[in-house]
């Protein structure tokens, strides 16, 4: 039989033993290469991954040492804050993880239920979609700079008093956004209540409670039309 034309012998080296053919050569050498650049790359990533689960200060100390930490100073229920915080962290883990103010729901974590509702210079803003570095410098109220159990708001009273909440999850959220919508718009009729207040989903579906709370509220706020 003819010999394969699509095979080469190889080439003896000078101690007369066959040399590795310089395809498969260069087949191993970026097969290596490309593992080797693969590791290099995932190194941080890998580093991070292994710390995930560890405690927050061994967290924050794990991406110092990556240098991926920024300082973010803001004030918070009337307080100046300063941290360090990795940022690529939403204002909702950072309330709740970096503060402990567990006030402010993780609901959804799309910015679709409204549960993670605060306000930032006066405006209403899901927690969960603003990353918590685009509020340096800026004011951010949660539930609990609204009001105390010694000393509640009139929206959390009339709350209570028209049994605006059942399970609570969405509650702080309903609240805080209550409190937007009146500092935009002034006094509102139902309707326009429900239209304003329609990006706070109640599982429950306590909405005509929430409705009653808000008209009660507004009026012992002394919001004008």
């Not at 190889?10 to 590795?20: M, V, Y």
């Not at 210079?121 to 109220?141: E, F, P």
């Amino acid at each position: 039989m003819p010999p394969d034309s699509d095979k080469q012998d190889p080439t003896p080296n000078e101690a007369g033993t066959p040399a590795t053919p310089k395809s498969s050569s260069r087949r191993s050498f970026l097969a290596q290469a490309g593992a080797v650049g693969a590791v290099a790359s995932l190194g941080p990533l890998a580093i991070f991954a292994e710390k995930h689960d560890q405690p927050a200060e061994t967290q924050d100390a794990s991406m110092a040492e990556l240098g991926h930490t920024s300082s973010l100073t803001f004030i918070v229920n009337g307080k100046e804050q300063n941290l360090k915080i990795d940022p690529r962290t939403t204002l909702l883990d950072c309330l709740r993880e970096n503060m402990d103010l567990t006030g402010t729901k993780k609901g959804c974590d799309h910015g679709q239920c409204g549960a993670c509702t605060v306000l930032v210079d006066g405006k209403r803003v899901n927690a969960c979609l603003t990353l918590a570095i685009m509020c340096h410098g800026k004011n951010v109220i949660t539930i609990e700079g609204l009001g105390s159990p010694e000393h509640l708001h009139p929206l959390q009273e009339a709350f209570i008093t028209h049994d605006g909440y059942q399970c609570g999850y969405c509650t702080s959220g309903q609240i805080m956004s209550a409190m937007g919508l009146l500092s935009e718009s002034g006094h509102l009729d139902p309707t326009a209540i429900k239209q304003g207040m329609s990006g706070n989903i109640c599982r429950c579906g306590a909405y005509n409670n929430i409705v009653a709370a808000i008209q009660e509220a507004q009026s012992k706020m002394g919001v004008q039309s």
